[in-house]
């Protein structure tokens, strides 16, 4: 194997937990986060499942995060890794990413695609918001997962609409 790159939308962006060998603001051409992803085994519970971020197909958008380099020598062991942890619906994705730098290199990206035994799907923002205060899992408040991805997001100046907005209304309901 090759040294290969994996793009982080979500909580890989503050949180990646695996060893890289470089990492670089990147951004995916054509889709947008959103918080339609349910999340049954780290932000909530089965019976009250979170809301984690996965991609949705968005020609005219960029999804910006972090791309990370992986040696040859641990790809295949970060991706039984990466595998364990977005195993709730996630699937792997080969694309191309676009470094800060403004260099294109292939990369693999982690999608949870309409249609997965957890995908929760679009709701209006204020009932995601409330779903996204109510629920806790084992890595913790969902809440805590928004204003760590909000955060990261601003430390990387990329704006983006849904993460504010949802943002905004959980602290208007008291998150």
Known sequence: MSPLWVFGYGSLIWRPDFAFIDAQPAKLPGYSRRFWQGSHD???VPERPGRVVTLIEDVAANCHGMAYLIEAEIVESTFE?????????YERLVTD???VS???????VYIAAPGNFAYLGEAPLDEIARQ??????P?????????ELAQALRRLEAHDEHVFALESLTRELGG
């Open 102 to 108: 403004g260099t294109r290199v292939p990369g693999l």
């Open 97 to 99: 990413l676009h470094l």
């Open 132 to 137: 996204i205060l109510e629920a806790e899992g």
């Open 42 to 44: 780290h932000r909530g």
């Open 81 to 89: 890794q990466l595998d364990y942890r977005e195993k709730n619906g």
């Open 139 to 147: 890595s913790g408040r969902n809440i805590e997962y928004l204003h």
